[in-house]
């Protein structure tokens, strides 16, 4: 049985009333006490709140890779933030997938709206847990790679390592594994570099 502790970071499709095709004008009118995603027109809750840990992560990445950002025409935006993925030839309206990267990097401005990003952003961080990692590594990964998402970073604060994804010719192609000691770098944003000692915390929840 899974501890009570553990639950909270726990993330499951819900139950059969929610098993319907869903859409982002349906995701507009969601009235449910935690936070959802909308995956390929399934709905998937989100934990309350993240782990200690797992913020710090965000924010130390957060921290590191702004620096850059900061002085370039690239936005960096930090979860909670709708990234709503179209379904190609059809209207916002009808996308049926809407997600919230830990981080994402959005360089064509055309795309970033009141309501968050319509398309796919030049980069996604998602920082993953036991708990996670299916839908981290399974469903956001095919879904970031068929819309065209160029670099997906998957951040795995257990074995603190960061695997960077690249996209090319449609198809996601492993580019790097970074440790703890080694200082990661971006394939698309070349001067994108982040000693990861400085990004996750001595002292892991």
């Known amino acids: 049985m899974m501890k009570t502790e553990d639950k909270k970071n726990h993330v ?18 969601f009235d449910f006490e935690e936070m959802v995603e909308l995956i390929r027109g399934k709905i998937f809750k989100m934990s309350p709140a993240p782990s200690s840990n797992h913020q710090r992560i965000v924010s130390n990445l957060h921290f590191e890779v702004r620096k850059l950002f ?16 179209p379904v190609e030839n059809k209207k916002k309206n009808q996308s049926n997938t809407v997600v919230q990267p830990d981080l994402c990097i959005i360089c064509d401005a055309s795309k970033i709206e009141k309501a968050g990003c319509f398309g796919a952003p030049d980069l996604v961080i ?15 990964y ?18 603190e390592a960061v695997m960077i994804y690249v996209l090319e ?9 970074f440790g703890k000691e080694d200082e990661l770098y971006s394939s698309i944003f070349p001067e994108l ?8 915390p001595e002292q892991v929840d």
């Open 70 to 85: 900061n002085k370039k025409n690239c936005e960096l935006f930090i979860a909670p933030f709708d990234v709503i993925l």
């Open 193 to 200: 570099k982040v000693k990861l000692q400085d990004v996750f």
């Open 142 to 159: 095919s879904v970031y790679e068929e819309s065209g998402v160029q670099e997906y970073w998957i951040v795995m604060p257990e074995v």
């Open 169 to 177: 010719n449609g198809k996601y192609q492993k580019f790097k594994a």
């Open 126 to 140: 998602e920082i993953i847990s036991p708990y996670t990692s299916k839908k981290d590594l399974e469903y956001k």
């Open 12 to 29: 499951e499709e819900p139950v059969s009333l929610y098993s319907e095709h869903y859409t982002y004008a349906d995701y507009l009118n």
